[in-house]
């Protein structure tokens, strides 16, 4: 057996290993994850497993990030809405369904300190959120810094579902998801028009978005007028 032979092999033995933990885990928690059944699932020998992630820690880890690299590539083929605003509002329903949706998962992808924060499927995940918060900064209806926007939102989103997710059962009240969302975005935008934005922090928010997109000004002033900008923006 050659080298790409070999390859090939442990890409669809690792394909298999995952979707049969993920299997365990959608229908047992990670409780239900233990070697012999995720080997049995996967019609393999557990020293199998143990070679290509190592022990259980490693699988969790690779479970939870594939299932959100999946999830990323889902949400990122929907078409954006052409109200920016309104497509934050989706993508935050989204994200917080996922969560609801994968308890277990959402749980590993969250613990403090865990490497998966720096992940390829995290790192998109955040870059598709700044660049939703970036298009409302574009059209002048942010009202506060892009980068303090972007870590409310993820913060509400991840808050309200580990909140959601500690009430029983019945105690789990839907209308609080509408309203986390609701609350967090209203603290970032401007729902007027950029032409009615109150103030003029919605508007140096806006020109800093399309600041990289200006060629008439050389490096120093496009950096000078950045300073500016956000000092206003700080005020």
Do not use: C
């Not at 922090?201 to 120093?220: F, K, Q």
Request: charged share 25%; no cysteine.
């Amino acid at each position: 057996m050659d080298e790409a032979t070999d390859t090939a092999t442990d890409t669809d033995t690792r394909r298999a290993v995952l979707d049969a933990a993920a299997e365990l885990i959608a229908s047992g928690g990670t409780a239900a994850l233990t070697t012999r059944a995720v080997a049995a699932k996967a019609s393999i020998q557990p020293p199998t497993l143990y070679r290509i992630f190592g022990d259980k820690r490693g699988l969790l880890d690779a479970v939870a990030q594939d299932r959100l690299a999946r999830f990323v590539a889902e949400k990122e083929a929907h078409p954006p809405h052409p109200d920016p605003i309104e497509d934050l509002r989706q993508g935050w329903s989204r994200y917080v369904a996922f969560g609801l949706e994968n308890p277990d998962v959402f749980a590993i992808m969250n613990e403090i300190g865990s490497p998966l924060a720096q992940s390829p499927a995290s790192l998109a995940g955040m870059a598709a959120l700044r660049r939703r918060v970036a298009q409302i900064a574009r059209a002048g209806r942010l009202r506060v810094a892009e980068e303090r926007a972007v870590a409310l939102i993820h913060a509400s989103a991840v808050g309200i579902v580990t909140t959601f997710l500690a009430l029983p059962p019945d105690e789990r009240d839907e209308q609080m998801l509408t309203l986390a969302r609701d609350a967090a975005i209203a603290a970032i935008v401007d729902e007027t028009a950029a032409s009615q934005a109150s103030g003029p922090v919605p508007h140096a928010i806006a020109l800093r978005a399309h600041l990289d997109d200006t060629d008439g000004l050389s490096t120093a002033e496009r950096s000078l007028l950045r300073e500016w900008l956000e000092r206003l923006i700080e005020q």
